[in-house]
């Protein structure tokens, strides 16, 4: 009866071999695998990743080509006002005011309503 274990199996790797695959340092590794950027599965206190999503991560992180945009569109994209249309919005927004104060007494502002300020302050 065959083993079931495969020493050469190849779909599988190690934290060091990714490391290997990818050049990056193996703590790298283990940080992008707590981050779940890379997803393994831990036997014991070791992990396990599959080569196709180490393929997976690294396809996802390939840069993207640049698209050319018009210098019209960009305006549009970054919602750029004109002076004119500036001015307009300026004018039209409202300006709060704040409440009047009471006429009438106003409070000394040493004097409080708590007794014991009266007594600490001398005022009794």
Known sequence: ???RFDPN???????????????LNKLTVYR????????AARLGKAYRVRKSDVD?????QKLRK???VSPRQAARERKVESPAARARRER????AVAPRRREGREEHPEVSIN?????????H
Do not use: C, H, K, N
Not at 32 to 39: A, D, M, Q, V
Not at 115 to 123: E, K, S
């Open 9 to 23: 199996r190849t779909d599988l790797m190690t934290v060091e071999q990714v490391a290997a695959y990818l050049q």
């Open 56 to 60: 997976a991560f690294l396809e996802s």
């Open 92 to 95: 039209d927004e409202e300006i």
């Open 115 to 123: 007794p014991m300020d009266w007594v600490i302050r001398g005022l």
């Open 32 to 39: 992008y695998i707590r981050e779940r950027r890379i997803p």
């Open 66 to 68: 640049p698209v050319r």
């Open 1 to 3: 009866m065959p083993s």
